[in-house]
């Protein structure tokens, strides 16, 4: 069984950082690409940013270009997301998920529960 | 940026009803839209992909179509599991991908 496990999210100030992260299990993850998409209650579902299975490919919404850095670790089975630069904007449950192939052209195809990222001085 | 707009907002359904619910693509996403529920407290869940391909476990009663930009959704017989929050989305335009807004389907 897919289990994408999120973590890291929590209160920060604008302008600090957080890092977020992601343990994936039940599924071989390095052959796989993977994702971090937003949701917030007034602008829906956001993808924010995705990663090819070997970091080959990666790339970013304009929202969050420049200040997010997605990265992963195969030895470990994990994802991350590291966001600086934090605005109230960026407030939101944050979902890792898995693509359905390895080249990040999609579609996802398991999510995990999500971890919630408030930005609020 | 490439826009995905989701009519109705919500769609009022009785137990056991046809519910379609539609998503246009401001441009061309070739078959390259996914279909999602998600139900409260709960992360998305994958229906369709490639337009109208099923997820594995999906029932049959979930069916995806497309004509051009514009792509449908159509559960034929409501079930009690089925009132939830649709989102489309498209694929195509890496590293672009962009949602609908979603269309919440409500028991009538």
């Known amino acids: 069984e897919v289990q994408l496990v999120e973590s890291g999210g929590g209160l920060v100030q604008p302008g600090k950082s957080l890092r977020l992260s992601c343990t994936a299990s039940g599924f071989t993850f390095d052959d796989f690409a993977m994702h971090w998409v937003r949701q917030t209650p007034g602008k829906g579902l956001e993808w924010v940013s995705g990663?090819?299975?070997?970091?080959?490919?990666?790339g970013y919404a304009d929202s969050v270009k420049g200040r997010f850095t997605i990265s992963r670790d195969n030895a470990k089975n994990s994802l991350y997301l590291q966001m600086n630069s934090l605005r109230a904007e960026d407030t939101a449950l944050y979902f890792c998920a898995k693509d359905m192939y390895s080249s990040s052209s999609g579609p996802i195809d398991h999510w995990g529960q999500g971890t919630l990222v408030t930005v609020s001085s | 940026e490439i826009v995905m707009t989701q009519s109705p907002a919500t769609l009022s359904v009785s137990p056991g009803e046809r519910a379609t619910l539609s998503c246009r693509a401001s441009q061309g996403v070739s078959n390259n839209l996914a279909w999602y529920q998600q139900k409260p407290g709960q992360a998305p869940r994958l229906l369709i992909y490639?337009?109208?391909t099923r997820a594995t476990g999906i029932p049959a009663r979930f069916s995806g179509s497309r004509s051009g930009t514009e792509f449908t959704l159509t559960i034929s017989s409501l079930q009690s599991q089925d009132f939830a929050v649709y989102y489309c989305?498209?694929?195509?335009?890496?590293?672009?991908?962009?949602f609908g807004q979603g269309t919440k389907v409500e028991i009538k």
């Open positions: 989305q498209q694929y195509n335009n890496w590293p672009l991908w962009t």
């Open positions: 990663s090819s299975w070997n970091s080959g490919s990666i």
């Open positions: 490639t337009a109208s």
